[in-house]
């Protein structure tokens, strides 16, 4: 079946926004010093282990993946997880 001419066209605008979304989410993110980053993985999985409570089991592939991502950063990093009591690997 082929989609109306209208519908083709907004579902390659569509496609082309979300290309360009994902572009400027990467350079932004890659723009920050990597120990910017690693300190909003730490602070990130804090938050989680805060909000989810008794419910961290849920959440642990993401806690896993925020203290990993923090844990690569560098010494100041570690130091604030060590501060949070979280584990440093």
Do not use: N
Not at 45 to 72: M, N, P
Request: with cysteine.
């Amino acid at each position: 079946m082929l989609l109306p001419i209208c519908l083709r066209g907004w579902l390659l605008k569509s496609c082309a926004r979300r290309k360009a979304t994902l572009l400027v989410r990467d350079v932004a993110y890659a723009s920050l010093p990597k120990a910017r980053r690693a300190r909003a993985h730490a602070e990130i999985g804090k938050w989680i282990e805060e909000i989810a409570g008794d419910r961290t089991e849920e959440f642990e592939e993401l806690l896993a993946y925020q203290f990993r991502s923090a844990v690569a950063g560098d010494a100041a990093t570690r130091r604030l997880l060590r501060s949070l009591a979280l584990p440093t690997a």
